[in-house]
């Protein structure tokens, strides 16, 4: 095997064996990427290489739209890999969304698109990162798995335990905070649910604890390999482009694996040369938990040749902790106070000449309206992306010609309940199910019609 786990801080750079079980670096407690001797690898010419694949249906590493391009995530022998059907989502152009936005809609190579990671089988983007993480837990022997989630980590992780049976999986959600879509999917998944008493980054501080404690082998996003199964939507993306660079790829940002690994794979196509350039990213923060952005934007903290001011950054949790100040947003898929993979994603930052912003709830959930009007719709946490595309083509930062890739994480069926509040205005539902934190207007409301049961009233009612 030529790949190995290494750790992200240059003045330290150990490296382990993949058959190591790790979380951090042993050494400085760093972040791990896993890498790879690509001169000793088997690498294609071009990523069109990559299309010879398509045919082969019977071949699940062939159908897999994350193992189809397993030349770039090397780690795992074929025998090894649990797949189950993954990645086969799909990017497509929007006129509607692409007018919400402010593109130039005319412009023939520009315009807006939306890649719906929303159709991988547990519904969520985070099938791409679980398959290699399942993989690698499969690799070690490991028995039982476990994560920490605000619902779609859980999803995910339970899937693959209850398809494929090769591990029991607990999972740990905060109390109260999670969409009914993804509890109903990790109960029904036959998974141990654990509903911790806190919110999610006490979920995770636990989590960690007892798999440290138990053996228990962890899938949260501080997993390595996670992060190698999530580079391959950035290589679907371009599939779809027939190999082509969008100008942008726009993300939300939670945890921010995605936006690492989006880094780290753009990075690994240009060292391969399977790229000649690499487009800008732009990572999503809700204002309700816009941690990256206050260090990135507000204060100035960069990846720095892998020494970022960790003082802006204690001080800024420090002062965090002491004002009480908890995230609090209804996109609960990005309510996260302290970002695990904050180091990798400022590295993806300035290797894309990246860009962080906040939306409001508001400017969500009139955008996740938008694309379901215009779309396969999306779980609110989601449409931070479209909310952020048209915040930064407002701002004159993506320009209307621009060719935009925004990336819709979750389902429109994940998290019923914000739909339905929305659509109907019903504040007692915002209420009841996600806090007191309604929306002030709905402005791209699509209410449904009382009717009486009457076929003249029926008809009136159609005219109207
Ligand atoms: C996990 C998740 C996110 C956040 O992704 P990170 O990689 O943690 O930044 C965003 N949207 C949805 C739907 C998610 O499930
Ligand atoms: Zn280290």
Redesign the pocket.
């Known amino acids: 095997m030529h790949a190995y786990q290494h750790c992200i801080n240059p003045l330290c750079g150990a490296t382990f064996d993949v058959a190591d079980v790790l979380t951090s670096c042993p050494d400085c407690g760093n972040l791990l990427d896993i890498d790879y001797d690509w001169d000793k690898l088997p690498v294609p010419k071009s990523m069109r290489d990559f299309e010879a694949r398509w045919s082969n249906r019977r071949n699940p590493l062939d159908v897999s739209g994350v193992w189809r391009f397993r030349d770039l995530l090397p780690f795992a022998r074929d025998e090894d890999i649990v797949t189950i059907g993954e990645g086969q989502t799909i990017l497509q152009r929007s006129e509607a969304v692409g007018r919400y936005v402010g593109m130039n809609t005319a412009a023939s190579t520009g315009g807006l698109y939306l890649q719906y ?2 159709l991988n089988p547990s519904g ?3 099938d791409n990162g679980m398959t290699a993480a399942s993989t690698h837990a499969h690799m070690v022997g490991a028995k039982m798995a476990a994560c920490a989630s ?4 859980s999803a995910s992780l339970a899937i693959y335990a209850s398809t494929k049976q090769l591990f029991k999986v607990v999972v740990f959600v905060g109390s109260g905070k999670i969409a009914y879509g ?1 509890l109903s999917q990790a109960l029904d998944y036959n998974a141990q649910t654990l509903q911790v008493l806190g919110d999610f980054d006490d979920a995770l501080n636990r989590v960690r604890e007892v798999s440290g404690e138990c053996g228990i082998y962890l899938c949260n ?1 501080v997993n390595p390999f996670r992060l190698e199964g ?1 580079k391959t939507i950035m290589y679907r993306v371009l599939e779809s482009l027939n190999w082509e660079v969008p100008d942008w790829i726009v ?11 989006f880094g780290k794979a753009f990075g690994e196509l240009m060292r391969l040369g399977l790229i000649d350039r690499i487009p800008r990213l732009a ?1 999503i923060n809700a204002a309700g938990a816009n941690t990256l952005y206050q260090l990135v934007e507000e204060r100035n903290v960069a990846w720095n040749a892998g020494q970022p001011d960790d003082d802006i950054i204690d001080t800024f949790y420090a002062d965090m902790d002491r004002d009480n100040r908890k995230a609090s947003t209804l ?1 609960s ?2 309510e ?1 106070n302290r ?1 695990v ?1 904050l180091k990798k ?1 400022l590295r993806a930052i300035e290797l894309c000449d990246g860009i962080v912003r906040d939306v409001t709830d508001q400017e969500m959930l009139d955008a996740k309206a938008q694309v379901g009007a215009g779309g396969f719709g ?2 609110p ?2 449409a ?1 992306s479209v909310a952020g595309a048209k915040k930064l083509r407002a701002e004159g930062i993506i320009a209307p010609s621009d060719r935009v890739v925004c990336i819709l ?2 389902h429109q069926l ?1 998290d019923p309940d914000a739909t339905v509040a929305y659509h109907s205005g019903d504040k007692a539902l915002f209420e009841a199910k996600l806090g007191t934190r309604g929306v002030e207007t709905a402005a791209y409301a699509n209410s449904p019609t009382v009717v009486e049961n009457n076929l003249q009233k029926i008809i009136e009612a159609l005219k109207a």
Request: proline share 5%; charged share 15%.
């Open positions: 990671e929303g969520s983007f985070k605000t619902g779609n980590t993804k996003s999530q993300v939300p940002g939670g945890n921010l694996g995605n936006s690492s690994s990572v996109a898929a990005i996260i970002p993979n994603c999306c779980e946490a989601s931070a994480t979750g994940k």
